[in-house]
Nanobody, 115 residues
Framework: VQLVESGGGLVQPGGSLRLSCAAS????????MSWYRQTPGKERELVAA????????DYADSVKGRFTISRDNAKNTVYLQMSSLKPEDTAVYYC?????????WGQGTQVTVSS
């Protein structure tokens, strides 16, 4: 099982980034997918979540209207489009897959928002 995030990097405030998470080793379409983020000394927090068929999405209040989660079950990939980025969005972003009690985490990708 692998969840491989990509697309992180350094971006200026107000800029945009698109994170991708490529899944393999499990039936991706059966798993709800989420993005979490974590900064040093803080707990990992949920950023956005999407249901198996993309019929339902959920966002943290801090990112509503700025971030969009989507998935492509044919490509086994989930995305996080991030716009109007703020310095407080700086974190390691993790991809997460869940089916009932089965849970998988990616290794994380660093996003740094700074001028």
């Amino acid at each position: 099982v692998q969840l491989v995030e990509s697309g992180g990097g350094l971006v200026q405030p107000g800029g945009s980034l698109r994170l991708s998470c490529a899944a393999s080793g499990f039936t991706f379409s059966r798993y709800a997918m989420s993005w979490y983020r974590q900064t040093p000394g803080k707990e990992r927090e949920l950023v956005a979540a999407i249901s198996t068929t993309s019929s339902s999405t959920d966002y943290a209040d801090s990112v509503k209207g700025r971030f969009t989660i989507s998935r492509d079950n044919a490509k086994n990939t989930v995305y996080l489009q991030m716009s109007s980025l703020k310095p407080e969005d700086t974190a390691v972003y993790y991809c997460f897959a869940q089916l009932l009690v089965i849970k998988y985490w990616g290794q994380g990708t660093q996003v740094t928002v700074s001028s």
